[in-house]
Structures are given as C-alpha cells and as structure tokens.
C-alpha cells in the first residue's frame, strides 16, 4: 500500500495549485461578479470574458491543457494538444489534479478539463472516425470550440434509458433527430458548436442496442435551445444548461458515432470516467467550503469567543474532516482500480453515491457558520452548493448508484440462495 | 387534550384555502414567471404586478386581511382593518391559517400577513405612541405601505446583539443613526416606506438596555439601499432582502419606539411571534413539497415501475409523513403554550431549532424525486428549499436556539450540582 | 386545541408518579440486582421476588391497578378489578400514566399493566367466551396468573403473517396445535399459566381468515418452553421471552377465542392499543435516559468543567428533549384520534416507526454521556437500551410501519395516476 | 498510490483466514454457548477452554502467532516467539490481518494478539527493563500468561488524566499504589498474572510528567478485583472486564516502567497502535455483520420476495458497504502514515473516532434484518454490537477524538487570526 502521489502528479497538482492561486484566483470573484451584473442590467451574461480567454491561452502555454486525457489515447492528439510532458495521465495522477481545479469554478474550463467537453472529446478520441476527430476532436482539443451532451429528457425517468423519447431515425443515407433535451450544460457557450444527441434508432432492438449517437451541429436546422435553465438559482454561466428541441434535423449517417445503436456501450465508456472527474472536482469544492468555514469561524466572534468554540463547531468541522477524507480515499481508490482493471463500474458507482452528498453536507454546514452570508453572493457557497445538489442526480441519481452497489454486493448471495432453493426442490 | 381546531379556525382555514386554490394558484406561477422575465431582461423586477393587488383587495374584502393581528389587540385596529368577524386570533387558531398560507409564496403578502410587516405591526401595535401609529400603522394595516426590520449586520455576528455596530445616538431632540445593515427583508418592495432600525444607543447601559429602536423613513437622507441580496441565487421578489447604509440619518427622538434603551425589550416580544409565524409557514411549505413528492413519485415512471415503488422512495415519504406531523404538533403545542401561559420562549426555540431544518430535508426528498426538474424553476422547490434554508439563520441559528432548549432543560441540574457542590465544600 | 390533560388524567399521573418514586424506586435496584446475583449463582433467577408482590398489593389497593383497562368495557371488570373510580380510561387518560410507568422496568408488572398480559386481557375481554373470561380473565385482572402471546416463530418472517408455520387444525371437537415459536414474552415467569397461540386453521381460505387464536394452558401436554433468549444479553426477569415449542396439543374446540379463522381480525385490535402502550412508555424511558444523561453531564468534571459545557453535549442534549417532546405529541395524537375515531391504524404506525427509534438515539446519547459506566448495570442505560432496540422488531419492524404510513400518504395519488392513466388510454 | 497489500501482508491475510474458516469457526459458537451455559448454571464461565490452549497451539505452530508485532522491534523476541518469516509486520501489513481476527470473537486471543495483551506487550518491549522483559514480556509473548490495563476509575472522567485520582507513591525504594480501577479488560481470564496500573506520582509536577505505569502482580498483597462487569449485558468471557481495587499494594520502584513520572509518554505510545488495531478489527466485524445481513436479507421471503427486496433494504446494504470501504481506507491511510511518518496522532484519532460508529450502525442494520433472532445469542450480532459500541468509548470517546481531529485541522487559521488580530491592535 502507497498513498503518495506519483512525482509527476505531486508536479501537476502544485503547477495547478499555482496556476490557481496566482493567475485564476485573483480574477475569478471579479468575473463572476460581472457575469451576475450583466445578467440583472439585461445584457449579455453568457458573451465569453476575455480574461477567460487569456487564462485559457496561459493554462496552454503551460502545458496544464487537457491533463484529463487519459493515458493509452496520446497518439497525435497528445502530442498536439497534449499535457505537459506529453503523454495522458492514469486516473489516479490526474484525481489530485481535477481535486485542485475543483477548488475554482473557472479552473476547469481555463485548462479544457471541463464537463461534458472531457467526456465528448473522449466519446471522439475513442469511438470517432477520422472525419469526425478531423472536424470535432481538433477544435476542442484546441479549446477553439465547445459542445454539449443532449441525453437527458423533461419528460421521462432519465435514470432508466428505456424510457428515452427522442429518436434518431435511419432515412437513406440521413439520420433524422426529434426530440426533447434538456439539462443540456454547455449550450449557453456562444462557442458551443456542437452536441453529442442520444435517441432511439431502432425500438425493436434489444433494449442495449436500441439507441445511436449522433454528432449534431448547433445551428443544424430544426435545433433551438429554447431556454438555459437555473439549477437552484444559478444560470452557471458561461457554460450552462439548456433546453434543447431537435424537431426533424436531418443529418448524413456520417454523423452517427461508431454506427447505429451503439449509444448505450458507448455512454457507459462516456460516463464512467465524467462521474470519476465530477467526484474528483466535487472534493476540492468541499475542501474550499471547509476552508471558508475554518477561517470564518476562527474568525467571526460571538459571546466573546470565536464561533469556533461554540457549541458542536470544532465536532462539525471535525466531521467534515473525516468526511472528506473518507471519501478523497474512496475515490482514489475507485481511480487506481480503474488503471489496474480498466473498469471499476461498481466502485464508480459507489462514489458517485457518497461523494456529491458528503460535498453537500460539508458545503451546508460552512453556510451554516457563515450566517446570512453564506447564502449571498459574497461567498462562493451557495453556488458550491448547487453544483453539489445537482451532482446527485446529474450522471444518476444516487438512488440508482446505490442500485449498482447492491447488486453486485449481492450477486453472490442470490446465487447462492437460488441454489439453495433449487437443491431443497429436487429432494 | 384536543386536538381539534375551533370552529373558527377551521373556518379560516378552509376559507383561506379555497381563496389560494381558486384566486391565487391559478395566476402564482404567471406571476413568478414575468417577475423572472424582467429581472432577465434588465427590466423592473421589482415593479408591483397588478394582479397581486387586485388579490390583495379581494382578500381584504372577504375579510382575509390581517389575520395575524393577535387577540387582545384589537381595538380600533381590529374594528378598522381586522380580521374575518373583527377579532384577533388565538396563536393556536392562526396555526392551520398561517400553514395554508405557506404553501404558497405570494399568500402571506396578498392576506397581509407577511413577514417582515406582520412583526413590524406587532411592534407599533404594542409600543407605538398614537402619532406612531396614525403615520405608520394605519398605513401598514391597510396595506398601503410596507415596512423593512433593520438589524443584522455583515461584520458582526447577529446572533450576539452585543457585538452590534449600528449607532442611534442621542443629540439634543434628534436621534442619529449610522449603520450597516443587511438582509433587510421587504427593502426591495416599491411601497417599503418605513424601516425599524436598532442601534446602539448607550453603549455603557447594561447590554439589555444599550440600543434602540427606531422608525426611519426609507426616503430619509442618509439612508440607501447598497443593493439587493440574493439568497442561494433567489431575490424573492416582491419583497427582497437589501443590504441599506445609514449615514449620519437625523430624525425626531420621537421616532424612537418605546423610548431609547428598550430596544432588547421590544425585539424579544418581536420576534417570538414572528418565528412561531415561519414555522407555521414552513410546515405549509413542507406539505408542499410533501404532496408535489407524492405526485411526481406516483405518476413518473422508471424500470416498469411508478418510481415511488423503486428503492427506498416509500420509506422517505413515509419519514417526510412523520416528520411534518411531528414538527405541527410541535408548532401547534407552542402556540397553544403562547395562548395559555402568555409566552414560550423555550418552546419556541425549539419549533426555530425543529422546523426549517425538517422543512429543508423533506424539500430535498422532493427535489431528489423530482430529478433536475426539482432544482429549475419549473416547480417551487428550489424556491422553498432556499426559504427553509434560509430559515434555519435567519431570526437566530439552530445552534443558538438549541442553547435555549439546553440551558432550559440543564437549569435545574445545575442549581442542583451547585448545591452539592457547596454542601460538599462547607463540611 | 387543549395540550393538557384531563384532571383525572392529571390525578392518576402524579399517583403513579408518587408510588413509583416512593414505594418502587427505593427498591428497584436492589431486586435487579438479586436476580442478577441469583443468576450468576445458579439460582432460580426467575422466582417471584416477594418485594413485588407486596407492591402489587400496594398498587392495587390504592386503586392503581389495571388502568389500561379501556374506557367502554367497564363491565363488572372494572367494577370488580377496576381502576381508581372505577371507570376504564382513554386512551388520551392513559398516555401521560402509562409514560410515567415507562421510566421504571417493575412498574408496569407492579401496576398489573404490562405487555403481553394487558393485550391478552383485552382480547379476553372483547372477544372471549364467558367461560373463558371465568377461567382466565378474572385471575389475570387480579394479578394472580400470567400469560404469554405465542405468535412469532423462527423460521419465518413474522412480519408476513402469510407466512406462519404453525397449526391449529380442528379434529372433531377438539383442536391440535403444532409449531414452534419464540420471543413469547412472559413465558418465564412461574406464574405463566395460559397463551394465546396463533396457528393456521385452514391454509385455502383467505390469508385474512386462515388463523386461529387459541388459549393454551402451559402446562397442557405437549407445550414445552425449550429456553428463554436474550435480547442484547438481556433475559429481561421476571418476565422474559421464551422458545416454545407445540407438539401434538390437544385442546377443546372451545378453548379457540371467538371461533375458528378469525385470528387475523383480533391480531389486528389487539396489537394496536399494545403499540400505542409501548410507545407511551418508551417516551417515559427516554426522558428517564435523558434525565440522567443531565444529571451525569452537569456533575461530571473533565478539563475544568462539568462535561455538558463541553464540545456539543449541549446541543445533544437540546435535541434529545426536542426529539422526546414531537415524539410524545405524536403518541398523545394517535391516542386521540384512537379516543375519538375508534381507530386510527396509519398514526399507530407512525408512531411504532418513530417512538422506538427516538427512545433508542436518546439512550445511546445518554449511555456515551455516562462513559463505561453506561454501558454496565449501574445504571438502567443498557437495559433501557434493549428494550427500545428490541421494540424497533417487536410488533412489527420500523419498516413494515413505514410502510403502512407510505400505503395511506399515497392511496389518493395512485388513484389519481390510475384514473389519469385509464383517461389517456381511452382517448 | 497503489491500494494492493505487499504480498506478505497478502499472504498472511490469506492463512489467518483460512485458519479461522478451518480451525476456529467450526467450534466457536459451541465454545460461546458452553461458556453461557456455564454461566447460567453458577460454574466458571471463566476457566480455560481447553479447544482454546489447543488453538492457540496450532496457530504458534504455524507462525501464525504475535503477529501484530511490529516493524523494529524483531531483535530476540521476534526470533523465539515472533511472526511466520520472523520478522514484525509494518501496520500497513498488520491491517488486512486484524481485519480478519476482527470477524471472530475468539480469534485474536488465539493469535496472542488481543488487547490489552498487545499493547502491554508494546510497552514492555519499548520501555521495559531487561529484567522486566523477562519475568513478564517472555511468557506474554509465549501465551502462558496474560494482562491488564488498569487506567480507567469510576469516579473520574477518564478522558481527562489529570483527574485520575489514583496513586503510585515512592517511599523509600517502593511505590506504593493505590486506587479504584474498573473495565480493567483481561483481569477476568485466570491466567492473567500481571497489570499495568497507572497513577500519580509527583501531583505537583507538570501535568504530563506526573503519572507512572507500574507492573502489579495481579496476587499482590492489596490488590483486589471487586467484579466483573457487563457492557451491555455482555461478561465477554474469557478475557472480560474487571473493577479492581488496590489498596496499599507495595512494590519494589524497579516495578516502575521506565522510571516514575513518564506514564503520560508510555500512554501516548501505547494507546496509538491499540486504537488502530482495534479499528482494524471493527473493519472486519462490520464485514461480518453485513455478510450476515446479505445472506439472511437474501434467504428470508416475506410478502412473496427475499426482504432484499423490500423497501430500502437494498440501499441500507449499499449503504453499509460503502461505510465499511470508506472506513476501510482511512484505517489504511492511518496505518500507512503510522508506517511512514513514525506518528499519526490526528489520523489515529480520526478512526478512532469514524470506525466504532460506523461499526455500530452497520451491525445495527444487519440486526433488524435478522429480526429478532439478531438480538438473540444465536448469531453474534448482539455480541458484535456490544463491541462496537463500547469502542466508543474505550481509548477515549467519539467525542475527544473529534476535539483532537479539530485542533489539527484549526491550528493553522487559529494562527492567522491571532496574527491578524496582533496586527491591528498594533496599528
């Protein structure tokens, strides 16, 4: 057994630290301050901050650009676009990094290791042909453009994807898609060119191989982003979550990634790593949250004492502690499991469970000591705090992550009672 | 024990209901959204809509007007704006009222009864010299004006009035206020005319009789309103949380309630009433939520299956069930303990400690049910869930209302170790 | 609404009060601690201790006896055996009562009220023939014979009556009981001498008609108590919970309570008022474990204060009274609608869900507060403990409670989904 | 990083656990029902199990023996009676074999690696005399004797030393010792012959220099064991807890480990690597009970499917699973800090104050799936549990632990205000 970091993650995760603290930090209260008073003056709050461009342009130049590529996809893409040193790195290098990125909201977009880009760039590095990498995967390798994931729909269960709704028919040699997205993040990006969409291809199919995915191009014909939704309040510009109609947008089968129905293999590959990063991401979020809320209540003095020593605060925070421990070395392991194994669906799972909750009641009780203020604008806590509500049911619901885990915890008991069972009739 | 409401009550409440369900619900949703509209499209969102005024007389016409006013206040207040039949209710007769309305967002304002007027009224009523109330308390029963509560501050911890900045200093016939104040609820209101600012006054008195309170003009020079505050991202207009400054305001010593030093006085008769009123509110508001769980659960369909039989969902409504009811009876119980012994301050600490956070837990159930459409704008949840939240700060934190409930409940134990304490060191 | 009790209630309430704390309490210990000693010596640990059965006499000469004797089935048993006045009580009389015999572990056998003898009588009492009220009723409403409920069996899952093992198949005139039960409470006491056993008299009838209850004398041939078990290390004298094993029992036809089948109809009355008398008492446990959780954590000193100052005890303790105070309400609530509406199944289950568990918290809260000490027989914690754990089975599982509450909150919603859902399809 | 164990640790792990599937599981139970049978039939429920000296012989033939000895401290005791391969194991290799010995009760005392044992064992080997290490660490090492830790009184709150009230006084060349120790664990087995009892020596001196750790023959003149305690109704046969007396007890000063004065220094070593063993061995007790709670969870059909199925109980064993991993890692970090860092005050705390509690809900859970045969002593559930709860309280309650947690984690902001507030005074 061996905690430590790799030297080149130790090396990553401090240029990151960095990055963050001398280039982004500085700027970022600022930008989101600007996005907020655009927003109420009626102007534009989605139009992309120069400072933002710059900070993306020194992230490249650094060399801290795409670092969640994964190792074993460099090819000519990592060399291109590649991280620092080149070459992709195993979940387990980049889990520290993403956990400093997810400190900044901004962080992950300046180094392009923001969601849903990380996981369609991957969905194109390893089931897009040439065409596709061609004019999709350069471009936002390249940070030039951006896209969205159009799976989720208003109307039915998104966690069972039988229930899905849109279509994507095979009409000649042209795919046609109708249907209803919403939760789509990333369509209020005036960079957002393109969308990967899910729909049924072929209902009669086995239910795994009823669906496709299709590349779509934003300004498509028949595609209108209808609306860009709050999530608790938060609009979370400048990538946000839209509501999205396809209604009869008729594109070559060419657009189809890796051919007709091969949409849920391919968004297990697609989700699996997305949920790994969200967890990763969402343990820095509740480090900041326990940091502001160490510094405030050593701070802030009520009844002549620092609110620290108040009551059950010093238990609260050492509860958040243990938590966030707890859960960075659940998620770690869950990273190295995939490296070792390839897959580690059921430990993926797990953390996706446990580590959106933990980062909620973490960022809830820092909000707590803050007072009114954690709750306002001034802090970034209640936007901490959405993030986190929502990653319990973006990617599923933790319900059904806890499905996972119980399955395969029971496997072996079912059979073995089945047996059972089976050896008792034949008496 | 009895556990039925009177026939009044029940009256009311049913009345009450009907007029949400009939005149209300069918435009609330309409109305939230124009107010969202504007607000994004850099226009008024602030600007009173039509329609809540026209409620506001109906409401008044059918007698569903100044609900709140306690028994045993009414007077000529009573007589000229009160309440369904002219007298006040009972605490325990207002309950199931106050619950109906808190289903609702726009209730308490269009009956009147909103919070922060319901308390400021409360004030004038009790310690309101006649010139007081003929300028500000006739108005505000009318409902002609609204008023805001000026006392948290940012750079101190509310929770301890003795760390209060503000200032009302005594200069010949003239009070002065310099201030910093925020979450001012009801600033945001065009109609908010009148404030109740606390300060300090005499800063050597004993600290139950250092501050004051006083009634400041909204118009008055030296007062302005910084901004609007957002509460985990939601303005709540129409009515809206404001940070104000007060510069150098001079007013007549007349305008001090009560007479200076009484301001400690006056705020722990404010503010009983006023937390007994959002835990009435928040069980509504949990029943909301409550009931949108139920219905979604029962009618959204995932893996075969009506998601309320998926997984533990049964058993969360189950738990949401016995919780609100726990929390009414509670409510309930301090009302009819405010009614019979005349005040309840451990009680009512305990229903403040109780209430929003179950309300905030069962909203999150809901949310959870709901999927993303919980955390839009489309259902009231993230609405509720940020009024609960913000509840469990607002009027005092859970932990200061739990020291209440503590020191209440150790007092007889610790007179009883001291005894032993000192039996033991005389012999 | 009126929170307070009856008079008569009030009365009874401080006469059982006064006879535990003078007459029970000086004791108490002191006979826990022979049994244990005889126990660990080899000795009968189950004898009748002498000292009870002179309280026994006390309790029912001054009248308190048999007070959970319903109000409305007075008869000539409340004349002859009655409570003080002579009248059964409420359900709303009794809570406070049954609550104060909660804090002590003789009390209710002492005051000639404890389970299961309480729920046997009452079954007597409603559904049995005059013969057998003669031979059973009369002695046990005079304390002069026990009884037991056999009902629970090993192999099976108790909670799904469907699926009970045991028989009780009429031949002839007379009826034959076979199975095997256990946790039959009372079984270990001497004075044992009757129970109720519930078996399956025709498997093809309905699931709701298949059983009989049936009075077993225990010394019938053929009824063997195999062992009595702990619960937590707990034998729980002088009462105890035994493994009974049925072997061939022949019994007159007559000895079948209410005739054959309709075991399902009187498990149902009875286990209801049984519930609610578990809960009452389990409040009066609770505030018994946090009255010394006080008492220990305002005497105890550790660096430099009495151990409630320190970290969240406070709080802690601040949410056991919180907890026990909503939780009574609910049990006083279910009473009264049981008082007032005759019955009231969904609350009893809410209760059996949430009582048993708060009661469990607030004694494991209570037992840390006391250290080692705790967790010995020092103090009443761990036996204290026991009980509430062991009622979160007992009864009826917290789940299967939940349950009920889930199936009543969602009835309305099922049907309006079923009602939409037919609509639609027949457009 | 890298979660996989060395391939010793691997190997070990491996033949603890085949030894206790092939040798101690198939007579354990019938070892634990011959000693409650003793028990209850006034014999000596604490005489040597002759099935347990064979055990232990077998294990020490196999090397599987001592094996929590550690890393460093090999020299001549890990040659004679030392580990398979002769050398101690690092904690980090140590952890997956506790783990194991944690799923039974009996197996750590047949490995001679049980508390107290080990850490006396620990003591003696850092800190004894030559001479000390031959009269009692060589027979500890060898299993033919035993040990006791005799710190905790019962008038005192045993978290804070300095309210220890026990003496260890110097008189000319003996110490003379005196006190009322009690969960003395280990003085109930009749091969324990000797206690580490801690007490004042010098109450003047500084507060961590004035306690010493003396060696006691348990048959010195003045040393008394009053009785044998229950925790939670369990003796915990055959080691069990003890209340001692030590009245007057006169030993030769060389009896004092290490000289007087440094018993505070000892404590801290020694209490370190006991948490953490103890923290392995709940890992692996909390695997059990959810072993337990899937199989029965699997097997037991109520309403026509296995409980798995029913309600929540999928995710409750998710849940657990999930808990226990979480555990499971931050044990290993801790173990893995220890090992690298030479001291890991804060993470020892840190488990020690996560594992018991998250050990006592899981076997709670797995209880009230078993019914009430999980309260009985015919599944190791209760025991289990009795374990798990009184370890938060042993070595320090949850709550000391989160106090130590806490002041590591606000150190740091503690400085920075202190300094901000240095600066401003100074302004």
Known sequence: MDFSPSSRAADLTAAVREFIATRIAPVESQIHADIARRRLAGEDSWAVDPRVTELQAAARAEGLWNLFLPAGHEGPYAERYGTRGGAGLTNSDYAPVAEEMGRSFLAPLVFNCNAPDTGNMEVLLKYGSA??????????????????FLMTEPEVASSDASTMAATARISGDEVVLDGHKWWSTGVGHPDCRVGIFMGVTDPDAHRYLRHSMVLVPMDAPGVSVERMLTAQGMFDEPLGHGEVRLDGVRLPVSNIIAGPGRAAEIAQGRLGPGRVHHCMRLIGLAELALDLACRRA?????????????????????????????????????????????????EVSAIKAAVPRMAQQVIDMAMQLHGGAGMSDDFPLAGAYATARALRLADGPDEVHLGVVARALLAPYRDAAAARTTAEESR
């Open 298 to 346: 050593s701070e802030r003095v009520a009844f002549g004492k620092p609110i620290v020593n108040l009551g059950g605060n010093r238990e609260r925070l050492a509860e958040a502690r243990i938590a966030i421990d707890q859960a960075r070395l659940l998620v770690h392991h869950a990273a190295w499991k995939l490296d070792t194994e390839g897959q580690a669906a059921v």
């Open 131 to 148: 065409e596709q990498k061609d004019r999709w995967l350069d471009p936002l390798l390249a940070g030039e453009i951006r896209s969205a």
